[in-house]
């Protein structure tokens, strides 16, 4: 338990964190508040160093340990990766270095492959995760008996980090990358990185609406709630809670871009590696 002002604050009590090499882990906070609306939540993102595909194993442990320890500072109760790079690379030595709870992502081929009439199914992620060993796992796993084709979208992450969800641009990119996956017969495509849920009008519009597209933030966010009722961690309260955030961009669009993707006006610390947060 914690002694803050004079009274001990209940763990149930105390904050879900979550961050994201960005800001499109936005897209699981969105899932978990829904569902868990008196729940504090606290969101970092790391957005001057993303995105975290193409850094090395070390470089990303590193940034997950940075991410980590700062939300302990804010007296978290629990740690969501929102990010499937981040979670392949360092959630085993997370695990093994913190004593809180801490939950990850993986892209959804297990729900894609039940999911697929046509037996094909394409997944869009960083590079970082579909060279991971985590990825290779569970293609092993739930891949054997569908065809699995990847697309690597470099730029996409970026598109997001600047707001830009309906720019000519991303509709490029988003085309560029989606057409190998129709090409290949894919009925169903998983969307591998919390950043594109929010182009998935995009999506949907180079793909069509008969493409099924999956991602994991309500699957994580239904997991969070059933793992911390289990340890007895779920809020006690039933007044909605608020959110904060934090960003380390050095771009002066950041709040706004943040503002928008969570869908409404928002008040964002800038977080520094020192940990002293401050408005923005």
Avoid at 18 to 29: A, E, M, P, R
Avoid at 91 to 99: L, N, Q, S, V
Avoid at 194 to 205: A, D, G, K, S, V
């Amino acid at each position: 338990m914690t002694v803050t002002e004079n009274h001990v604050v209940s763990p149930r009590n105390r904050p879900i964190a979550v961050f994201d090499s960005g800001v499109g882990g936005i897209s699981v906070l969105q899932h978990i508040h829904a569902l868990l609306p008196y729940e504090q939540l606290l969101y970092v993102a790391d957005s001057k160093y993303a995105p975290y595909g193409n850094k090395t194993l070390a470089e990303i442990q590193a940034r997950c340990f940075e991410m980590t320890n700062f939300l302990i500072n804010q007296d978290a109760k629990a740690i969501v990766v929102a990010c499937n790079t981040a979670t392949a690379a360092a959630i085993d030595t997370m695990r093994a270095k913190y004593t809180l709870p801490i939950f990850g992502m993986e892209p959804a081929v297990k729900p894609a492959a039940e999911a697929s009439k046509s037996g094909i199914i394409g997944v869009l992620a960083t590079t970082g995760t579909l060279k991971s060993a985590q990825f290779a796992g569970l293609l092993e796993s739930y891949g054997r008996n569908v065809k699995v084709v990847t697309q690597a979208c470099v730029g996409l992450v970026e598109c997001v980090e600047r707001g830009e969800l309906d720019a000519e641009n991303s509709l490029k990119l988003v085309r560029q990358y989606c057409q190998p996956l129709l090409d290949e017969g894919a009925d169903t495509i998983v969307l591998g990185c919390t950043h594109y849920p929010f182009l998935r009008p995009l999506i949907e519009q180079a793909v069509g609406k008969d493409i099924a597209l999956i991602d994991t933030g309500a699957a994580v966010a239904k997991h969070l709630q059933k793992r911390l009722s289990a340890l007895n961690l779920l809020a006690e309260s039933t007044q909605m809670a608020e959110v904060k955030f934090w960003t380390n961009s050095e771009s002066t669009t950041a709040p706004v871009v943040i503002a928008q993707l969570w869908g409404k006006s928002v008040d964002v610390r800038v977080f520094s590696d020192a940990r002293q947060p401050h408005p923005l």
